[in-house]
């Protein structure tokens, strides 16, 4: 019996059919499906429609093939909409049925904190303090009017999901999905300009104003109903953060303008959505004056605001309304907040005591907890700046600016003598201005508040004095200086050596006095940027990982020696080669001890889209990450077994000897990357406003990780993901890893991360990409030993888990992704022959190439 998924894939495939046949011919549309077909039958083994797909791919012009890639594409992205609606389906099962409560909920959460005490449980709610970051990395490859075609199917899918719905009604939904999915095909699937930076900033807003701004009171009020916290909160459970508008390490779109630019976006949207609320507020709040009690402070806040704002009582009388007249007075003062009048608010602790006035007369608990704490928690949560916006530079870009600024600082400088130059520097008096971007961050900290503005966030730090450097360019501009608050300085350790003497260098900074003044402006907290993605790239998957675990081991240990409250910043991606994994198993994969209610995370790129495209996902994403912290704080799991220490030591050192020794040391690599993979045409998606590399030198070394994973995901070889795993693994105890698997979270979600990488995986399709290099090319030698420890890793993996095959205690993640094969495997085979014909000049296989990035990134569900 076909399952609801079944379904809805086979309606979506059929009406797109008859789009397909409206649009294109009947006989394309049979092609199409031909393709499928004929893919899934290559995929079981039969050569012959092997043949016959390539023959077909071979034969056909490149304009002729880009509507087949166009079709392919949008069959993937149906897929999509059709596996989240399941999921919607599922989490409003487990609602509406007392079976027990959904795996990784809140409520889940209750039942496995056990014997904890009331007390601990309590602790780690007081310090819950979870952040998310959005980023502007160019992992989205879909543009946003695609995004809002997507939207709509999926508004018109759900309402088919009602049961009450007859037969004239379902014909409506039809024909309407037809007629979204039509504008759809006629839309361009890949954006013909690169967007600019302030179209990554709405974008990120986006976001906000359709999801998540009314999703985290549900979200807060579920904490509240399930531990016996108060509601609203005073100090939110969770809060948001971005870097689109600020990221300005290696992107030269990102400038003080654009930095002041997105604070004022950020503001305006922020001050809209709460007008909106607030008005939504007055048409609900009909109170009259006599039904209700009107403590003094609110009648007293009645009279002050008449006095002041004479023409809200003239537009909006409200005589016997008391609420509603408050919340008129109220929504003139955030429209004088968003005008710059002088009877605007100033801060957002002006509405909040405002609201609280209505919120004490309402004379009912029901009323009191209900749209007027939701406004409260959103007023608490957003404030009037919606995401604190990060600035991100290099420490680079540091040491150079700092060089203009000081005799004798310059690259010989050894680190001692930096340290001290630097200090007398801050502890001087001010010579020369600071560069730009330090004063654009002054007057936004000036105009809009220090938490409208997260932290400065230092990448690729090897050393104190690249932290000191931002300290004194903030004191330069008047950060911290005169009453104006400072701002967190956040370094970002991403290389493996780096990670390795990240706590070396902190507890260098930690007993600085120019830096212990900082920490204790800021209560003595310090937070720690982990880089995944440049790491992973440096080392391999298996050292990255363990290289993070053990570092904020040891960053933990330090900063409880120098009595810092010390929170992780976890620069994590959508893929495993970039740190990618379920949220909720992550974190109880973290060391013990370093979370501690407290964590930051960042969300990029496609993951945005798919944590967030919907409330009820939304909510749940944000239960799983909130549950996951409280267990991982409550958590009395303690040391490492030294045996499973040693194990992930050797396992570690020796899969990074084996991954480096293919992508660094061996001459012929590049050329592979360079041409079994499309990383030529990935510089000319215009997905992102940020360049691919970090300067104009294109080596390999200055490759971001980004273009680098995509790569490696778009030909199918997922190689960073899991190249010197298999070896490492093959060569240690197997039953000692058994125990591992089954008694530890991190080697657990280790295991599961490079199993999943190995299914998606697919060597028979990343074959086909060798056929791209030359004859006598030598790094066609290269394909005997990838696959050759392709098959070692896998071996390995299945014989840890003791399983037959790669997803097998995880059937329904496996049908989903089996389904999308026989539309992702043509789009592969076109991509090759698109590459071949590009790289010899035919300028007509350039769009449709960039099409087959755009469909396979949407069928692997990860770009980067």
Known sequence: ??????????????????????????????????????????????????????????????????????????????????????????????????????????????????????????????????????????????????????????RAMERLDDPRIGPSRRTLIDDRLREVLTIWWQTDAVRRLRPLVEDEVRRTLFVFESVLF?????????????FGTQWPPRKPSVRFGSWAGGDMDGNPEVTPATVARALELHRATALELLRRRVA???????????????????????????????????ARPNEHEPFRRKLSFIQARLDGARDGEPHGYASPA?????????????????????????????????????????????????????????????????????????????????????PEVFTAIATGVREHGARAL?????SMVERPSDVLAALLLMRR????????????????????????????????????????RQLEALQRRQEIMLGYSDSAKDGGFVASQWELFTAQERLTASADTHDIDLRFFHGRGGSTSRGGAPAHRAILAQPHGSIRG????????????????????????????????????????????????????????????????????????EALLNRASPLDALTQMNIGSRPSSRSANKTLAELRAIPWVFAWMQNRLLLPAWYGAGTALAEGDRDLQREMVQSWPFFRMLCQALEMSLYKSDLGVAERYMTLLDDDDPARELWTPIEA????????????????????????????????????????????????????????????????????????????
């Open 598 to 669: 407290r964590i930051r995370i960042t969300e990029q790129g496609e993951v945005i889209s798919q944590r967030y495209s919907h409330p009820e996902l939304a909510i749940r994403a944000l239960e799983q990450t909130i549950s996951g912290v409280i267990l991982a704080t409550v958590s009395t799991d303690g040391a490492v077994d030294e045996r499973y220490r040693a194990e992930l030591t050797r396992l570690s050192e020796r899969s990074r000897e084996v991954y480096r020794a293919l992508i660094y040391d061996d001459e012929r690599f």
């Open 454 to 458: 997260g932290s400065v966030i230092i």
């Open 280 to 314: 939504r507020l007055a048409a609900l709040f009909s109170q009259a004056d006599d039904r209700v009690f009107i403590s003094p402070q609110l009648a007293a806040s009645l009279e002050d605001d008449m006095a002041a704002m004479p023409f809200v009582v003239q």
């Open 1 to 154: 019996m076909p399952t609801p998924l079944d379904r809805d894939t086979a309606l979506l495939e059929s009406l797109l059919g008859d789009v397909l046949e409206e649009q294109e011919g009947r006989a394309f549309r049979d092609r199409v499906f031909w393709l499928r077909d004929t893919a899934a039958r290559f995929r079981d083994g039969d050569e012959t429609a092997g043949d016959q797909l390539l023959a077909f791919v071979e034969r056909e012009g490149s304009g002729r093939l880009e509507p087949y890639v166009r079709a392919c594409s949008m069959q993937l992205q149906l897929a999509n909409i059709a596996e989240e609606l399941e999921r919607l389906r599922r989490r409003r099962s487990y609602d509406s049925h007392s079976s027990g409560p959904q795996r990784e909920s809140l409520a889940a959460a209750v039942g496995q904190i056990g014997n904890r005490s009331r007390v601990e449980v309590e602790d780690a709610l007081q310090r819950l303090d979870v952040s998310l970051t959005m980023t502007a990395h160019p992992t989205e490859a879909t543009r946003r009017s695609i995004f809002d075609h997507q939207q709509a199917v999926w």
């Open 214 to 226: 009314d999703s985290v009171p549900e979200v807060e009020q579920k904490v509240a109903r399930t």
């Open 350 to 434: 002006e509405l909040d005591a405002d609201l609280e006035l209505v919120r004490g007369s309402t004379s009912s608990r029901r009323v009191a907890d209900g749209a007027i704490a939701r406004v409260l928690t959103q007023v608490r949560t957003f404030g009037f700046h919606l995401a604190a916006l990060d600035v991100r530079l290099s420490s680079h870009d540091l040491r150079a600016w700092t060089a203009e600024l000081i005799d004798g600082f310059d690259e010989a400088t050894d680190e001692p003598r930096r340290q001290q130059l630097i200090s007398a520097a801050i502890d001087g008096a001010s010579d020369g201005p600071p």
């Open 789 to 864: 420890e392709h098959e070692r890793v896998v071996s390995a993996v299945l014989d840890i888990w003791q399983t037959p095959t790669l997803l097998f205690n995880a059937p329904a993640l496996l049908g989903r992704l089996q389904h999308r094969n026989p539309w992702i495997d043509p789009l592969s085979h076109m991509q090759v022959d698109l590459l071949r014909r590009a790289r010899a000049g035919d300028a007509s296989a350039e769009g449709p190439l960039l099409l087959t990035i755009n469909g396979i990134a949407a069928g692997m569900r990860n770009t980067g």
């Open 477 to 516: 501009a008047g950060v911290g200086v005169d009453g104006l608050e400072t701002l967190p300085i956040v370094p970002l350790f991403e290389t493996v050596p780096d990670l390795e003497l990240a706590d070396a260098t902190m507890a260098q900074l930690y007993d600085l006095p120019v830096y212990a």
